[in-house]
């Protein structure tokens, strides 16, 4: 419920504080008094689109705070919660309106953007007049406001549609799969064919690469080893030291020891020799290169190092490459086997949806007929029990919410064609019409603030007083708020203000008063008679407000 509602430099108000109650709460005034301002700022706070500058002239800023009770439980809750604001028992809006254009807002004390303005006004407060748009009007909204006032739970058609949607992708996806596996399966044979043919190992192009660069280099230097083996075998170094060995031992015993050490020495050395021979004996062996042997190494190298290329992947990941090309043959193979099974959940998918669609147009169509009963019953107090409302179903396109089109018609007179709303109704008709209509769909939605701009232009007498108990009766336990011309709907509100202008100096400013019994009195007079307030005004205006008197 909107408590107040606090307005400070904006348009024609300089300082406005309105204390609002539950029930019906009415505002009057002249025409041109600024009744629409209030509107107009109660918009702002609201985070509606409207005026783009609504700073008052001469004002840095305009500023309006609007504060809500919040029942425990209230929709507002879950979209506070969304926009990370702890919920507490009161609601305060607060936007101001800069005079070089910038808006800033808050929700209590935390910065907000105008979406969650929007948010919060949605499940806050309904806007309703002749020019309603809330969807009231609007026939794609017809179809969510008949399910919400019979209670139409759509969820199994949203979850069926989901999964219908989801089957159909994926079959979708694999039929693309398929098509382009059979446009390349030709090279995806001959590509699994030649990989596996080749077989090649991780690793195995740099070991091939390093044999290869060995088998090379041998052929460069096992001259030159042969040679180093050939200086130091039998007829080279080795021949030389037994030879000196053999000399120095003939020489020895005459020597008197000297020669004991040299002779050690040479020894040693012969045995060095050994060894250092035996291993260029063996590294001359392993030198030996068969050019077969490199002819075949260079050949699987190549066709690994080409292979890679005509795949565009590194050589150790030939291997990787060619269990994917498998697997895709094996896709395209069992391609059929998928694809019907896919068709077969397809179809047990949009069965299911159809089912539940069906509900759904079942639901709705009694529904429908529940309505129309509802609002005849309301349109007859309204002194329209000639019209009829008729709410029309019609095959649409399938969607999550079913596959129903749902429009609100009316035929005001017995024999006239039906039609819609805004296209056949007159401005005073159309007034009772959305009347009637929100009487009967109200309820649906606890704790909101509901709004009436001149609902009751075009009507008067009986049809007015009509009009006013529909929105007395609407306003019981919740809050209802009228700007209204009619003195029949002023006298029936439970608060009643009276919006005036003032002039001060050279401005002109807009306030609103809250208006005691006796002024009541006179306002009501006023609304009767016009200016010129007589006794029998008054009379008529104390006769509105006290009907037993």
């Known amino acids: 419920m909107l408590r107040s509602l606090d307005i400070r430099d904006v348009l024609i108000i300089d300082r406005l504080s309105l204390e609002l109650g539950p029930g019906l709460n009415v505002l009057t005034g002249e025409t041109g008094a600024g009744k629409s301002i209030l509107l107009d700022a109660l918009g702002f706070v609201l985070g509606w689109r409207g005026r783009a500058e609504l700073v008052r002239s001469g004002a840095s800023q305009g500023e309006v705070t609007a504060v809500f009770d919040l029942p425990a439980g209230h929709a507002a809750e879950a979209v506070l919660a969304e926009a990370g604001i702890e919920a507490e028992g009161d609601l305060i809006l607060r936007r101001v309106n800069s005079a070089d254009g910038r808006k800033t807002a808050w929700v209590n004390d935390r910065r907000v953007s105008g979406e969650v303005l929007r948010a919060l006004s949605d499940v806050l407060v309904e806007l309703h007049g002749q020019h309603d748009d809330r969807g009231l009007l609007n026939p794609r909204g017809h179809r969510a406001l008949l399910d919400e006032f019979a209670g139409i739970d759509t969820g199994a058609a949203r979850v069926a549609w989901a999964e219908a949607r989801r089957t159909r992708q994926a079959l979708a996806e694999a039929e693309a799969a398929l098509a382009a596996a059979r446009a390349e399966e030709d090279f995806l044979r001959h590509a699994v064919a030649e990989l596996d043919k080749l077989n090649p190992e991780p690793g195995e192009e740099a070991v091939l690469d390093a044999r290869r660069r060995a088998m090379q280099g041998a052929e460069r230097i096992r001259a030159d080893v042969a040679r180093a083996l050939n200086m130091v075998g039998e007829e080279g170094a080795e021949a030389g030291l037994?030879?000196?060995?053999?000399?120095?031992?003939?020489?020895?015993?005459?020597?008197?020891?000297?020669?004991?050490?040299?002779?050690?020495?040479?020894?040693?050395?012969?045995?060095?020799?050994?060894?250092?021979?035996?291993?260029?004996?063996?590294?001359?062996?392993?030198?030996?290169?068969?050019?077969?042997?490199?002819?075949?190494?260079?050949?699987?190298?190549?066709?690994?190092?080409?292979?890679?290329?005509?795949?565009?992947?590194?050589?150790?990941?030939?291997?990787?490459?060619?269990?994917?090309?498998?697997?895709?043959?094996?896709?395209?193979?069992?391609?059929?086997?998928?694809?019907?099974?896919?068709?077969?959940?397809?179809?047990?998918?949009?069965?299911?949806?159809?089912?539940?669609?069906?509900?759904?147009?079942?639901?709705?169509?009694?529904?429908?007929?529940?309505?129309?009963?509802?609002?005849?019953?309301?349109?007859?107090?309204?002194?329209?029990?000639?019209?009829?409302?008729?709410?029309?179903?019609?095959?649409?396109?399938?969607?999550?919410?079913?596959?129903?089109?749902?429009?609100?018609?009316?035929?005001?007179?017995?024999?006239?064609?039906?039609?819609?709303?805004?296209?056949?109704?007159?401005?005073?008709?159309?007034?009772?019409?959305?009347?009637?209509?929100?009487?009967?769909?109200?309820?649906?939605?606890?704790?909101?603030?509901?709004?009436?701009?001149?609902?009751?232009?075009?009507?008067?007498?009986?049809?007015?007083?009509?009009?006013?108990?529909?929105l007395k009766a609407l306003a019981e336990g919740a809050q209802v708020l009228v700007v209204t011309h009619s003195p029949q709907v002023a006298a029936l509100g439970a608060h009643h203000w009276r919006v005036e202008k003032r002039v001060e100096g050279e401005q002109t400013l807009s306030t609103v008063v809250s208006l005691p019994e006796a002024e009541r009195v006179e306002e009501i007079a006023r609304m009767l008679s016009g200016d010129r307030i007589s006794d029998a005004a008054r009379e008529a205006a104390r006769a509105l407000l006290d009907p037993v008197a």
């Open 242 to 470: 037994r030879d000196a060995i053999r000399w120095l031992e003939g020489a020895a015993d005459r020597a008197g020891g000297q020669l004991e050490a040299p002779l050690a020495a040479l020894g040693r050395a012969l045995i060095e020799l050994s060894e250092a021979q035996a291993g260029i004996e063996t590294c001359l062996s392993g030198l030996d290169v068969n050019p077969a042997e490199l002819e075949a190494l260079e050949e699987r190298l190549f066709a690994i190092r080409a292979l890679a290329r005509k795949h565009g992947v590194l050589p150790d990941d030939l291997g990787t490459h060619a269990q994917a090309l498998r697997h895709r043959l094996m896709a395209l193979d069992r391609g059929e086997a998928g694809i019907g099974a896919l068709q077969k959940a397809v179809a047990g998918a949009e069965a299911g949806y159809r089912a539940a669609a069906a509900d759904l147009s079942r639901a709705r169509a009694g529904a429908a007929l529940r309505l129309d009963r509802a609002m005849a019953a309301e349109l007859a107090p309204l002194k329209m029990e000639r019209a009829v409302f008729s709410t029309e179903i019609t095959p649409g396109e399938p969607g999550p919410e079913g596959e129903d089109e749902v429009t609100f018609t009316v035929a005001t007179n017995p024999g006239a064609p039906a039609g819609p709303l805004n296209r056949i109704a007159s401005g005073g008709e159309l007034s009772r019409f959305l009347l009637a209509l929100k009487v009967c769909l109200s309820g649906q939605t606890p704790g909101l603030t509901m709004i009436f701009d001149e609902i009751d232009r075009g009507v008067g007498g009986a049809t007015a007083d009509a009009v006013g108990r529909r």
